[in-house]
Nanobody, 120 residues
Framework: QVQLVESGGGLVQAGGSLRLSCAAS????????MGWYRQAPGKQRELVAAITSGGSTNYGDSAKGRFTISRDNAKNTVYLQMNSLKPEDTAAYYC??????????????WGQGTQVTVSS
């Protein structure tokens, strides 16, 4: 089983910055994508950003130009640098990975979520 542990959420004023981290652990044979999704109350979960093992990135519209995703493959860790935060960025942020664990099969794994709150 692959476990994801997120950190770095919190309360920040509008215009501020936060950096989220997510480390994958457990029996990991291979990881393909790592990324971040978010879900605000009453809304669907949406893609924030994702990055492949080769470094290709994909950003949701809300993140383009403000957020940067990066990854340390040696540490199985993904980061999300969030700048120019807005109150509408307030949400629970979830780490996601597509990985092959002990079973040998590729599966999606999710973290427990970290809350980001942006005050106006």
């Amino acid at each position: 089983q692959v476990q994801l542990v997120e950190s770095g959420g919190g309360l920040v004023q509008a215009g501020g910055s936060l950096r989220l981290s997510c480390a994958a652990s457990g029996i990991i044979i291979s990881i393909y994508t790592m990324g971040w999704y978010r879900q605000a109350p009453g809304k669907q979960r949406e893609l924030v950003a994702a990055i492949t093992s080769g470094g290709s990135t994909n950003y949701g519209d809300s993140a383009k130009g403000r957020f940067t995703i990066s990854r340390d493959n040696a540490k199985n860790t993904v980061y999300l640098q969030m700048n120019s935060l807005k109150p509408e960025d307030t949400a629970a942020y979830y780490c996601n990975t597509n990985a092959r664990g002990a079973s040998g099969f590729w599966s999606d794994y999710w973290g427990q979520g970290t809350q980001v709150t942006v005050s106006s």
